[in-house]
């Protein structure tokens, strides 16, 4: 089945830059809404299976990118938790 | 998990459409290819559970917007179609 290889890299950067990050909130919940918003937001790189994700990571060696998709995830992570919907947020944990 | 509601709206558009298109070869692995294509081209629609997918599809009920779906799957369908890579047409069966 055609898969995004980009939800791959993009899961990824979101644990490594976790701490980074400082968002208020870090439940399951809200580095979900960053992934649903950041995966919105970068072109998407299907391929035709998981093999060839690889691929596709190899090109976001170039520094230029990677920076470029970092910083898109730090502001996908700002408007998550500058406003988090989450149920613990909601109850005022 | 996120989830792009665009893979199962146009993995239903190509199951809908697969005639129509008179593609050269409707194996499994030209239809992923089609699918991969059409997925790199339209704009993504992640969300954050399956549940959601159904408001994405609501959206696509709009003619004008279903149409620009079919246009792009349909170009796809043809490069795939016009340059098979399916082990089957390989084999020249």
Do not use: H, W
Not at 29 to 56: F, S
Not at 72 to 93: H, I, Q, T
Request: include cysteine; proline fraction near 2%; aromatic fraction near 6%.
């Amino acid at each position: 089945m055609a898969v995004n290889a980009m939800e791959q890299i993009m899961s990824d950067l979101l644990f490594e830059y976790k701490q980074a990050l400082q968002m208020s909130c870090t439940c399951d919940e809200c580095l979900n809404d960053v992934l649903a918003l950041v995966l919105n937001r970068v072109q998407p790189r299907y391929v035709t299976d998981d093999g060839k994700i690889a691929y596709v990571k190899a090109e976001f060696i170039d520094k230029q990118q990677m920076t470029t998709l970092i910083v898109k995830l730090a502001e996908s992570a700002k408007m998550v938790s500058d406003m988090p919907r989450c149920r613990r947020f909601e109850r005022g944990e």
